[in-house]
């Protein structure tokens, strides 16, 4: 199955500090999806990306697929208290089973 | 969209003993997910239920420690047998629509 490594791991921020969480894997991904994950909670869909350099915005969310397809971006602009959870990047196969990266727990500040 | 329900929503159990987490989701569905997240790590999908046939295992899960039951195209339930410490975790149940994957709130699972 496709891998993908995820980093950071963790992430603290400022409120209205960016942040930004990245994917990467050693051979060509057919889609990257992202996720989020409130801390309780279970994973909650944000975006799918399938075309190479593709970027897609969702008001301060910013998403990215590499020019390669090898990997992938999300970005937030000026963090909210809202915005503290769990990033996972996952591609999805062919049976539309999911393969996680491993996650960025992402804390703000107030 | 899709709306799953999980029962148990938590269990602490013995070791030795079994568990049967139940999903149910709002509409039909041909194939039903099985995850699980240990505790502050990623998920990892134990196997893929279909409507009538046997489920599919990934490495490292095999079915006579996680038998899975698919009755229907709407039901699926997940057992995890001959329990350890080592299996809490959380255990959620998905389906995929339009190429977005929903998410069951999880059963959170204590194994003493």
């Known amino acids: 199955g496709q891998q993908v490594m995820q980093i950071p791991q963790y992430q603290h921020v400022q409120e209205g500090e960016d942040f930004t969480t990245y994917c990467n894997s050693s051979t060509t991904l057919s889609n990257i999806q992202w996720y989020k994950q409130r801390p309780g909670g279970h994973p909650v869909f944000l975006i799918q990306?399938?075309?190479?350099?593709e970027v897609k915005k969702q008001k301060r969310l910013t998403f990215q697929f590499g020019e390669a397809k090898k990997n992938s971006s999300l970005h937030i602009t000026a963090t909210q208290t809202t915005d503290v959870g769990t990033y996972f990047c996952?591609?999805?196969?062919?049976?539309?089973?999911?393969?996680f990266g491993s996650g960025t727990q992402l804390t703000v500040l107030p | 969209s899709a709306v799953i329900s999980q029962k148990p929503s938590r269990d602490i159990c013995q070791r030795g003993t079994s568990l049967t987490i139940q999903c149910q989701v709002d509409s039909q569905v041909t194939m039903m997910f099985w995850y699980r997240q240990q505790p502050g790590q990623s998920l990892t999908l134990i196997a893929t239920a279909n409507q009538g046939s046997e489920a599919t295992y990934e490495s490292g899960f095999v079915i006579d420690k996680f038998p899975i039951s698919r009755p229907n195209l709407t039901f699926s339930t997940l057992t995890v047998s001959n329990m350890s410490p080592e299996d809490s975790s959380i255990y959620l149940c998905s389906v995929s629509r339009d190429n977005e994957q929903f998410f069951g709130p999880g059963t959170r699972l204590t194994v003493l």
């Open positions: 990306l399938v075309k190479s350099g």
């Open positions: 996952a591609v999805s196969g062919s049976a539309r089973q999911l393969t």
